[in-house]
């Protein structure tokens, strides 16, 4: 088992900084959970908003889009749009982890 007394500075100043690290990792990750996004599909027929990249939170769909006659349209709009807000929240998320942890040696 490790023993962190007595830890070389260098150690010491190491597991100081990942601690810093993690406690900003937290923080960044709870604000990330109330961000929203929001991507749109067919010219903005279809707006789709996601919280935090797993929640959708909200769907608008302009009067033009809903065609009883072509539903299967409507569906791949909102899967499109879906998708985006996810891909969009995704790659926030990665970016933000990145600057958190690029300067890492390991």
Known sequence: MARFNGMPGNANN???????MQKQMEEQAKAFESK???ATAG???VRVTVIGGREVSKIT???DAVDPDDVEMLEDLI???VNEALHM?????????GKLTGGLPF
């Open 79 to 81: 899967k499109a749009a």
């Open 14 to 20: 190491m597991m100081k900084q990942l601690q810093k």
């Open 43 to 45: 010219g903005g027929a």
């Open 36 to 38: 929203e996004f929001e």
């Open 89 to 97: 929240a995704e790659a926030e998320n990665q970016q933000m982890m």
């Open 61 to 63: 769909l302009d009067k």
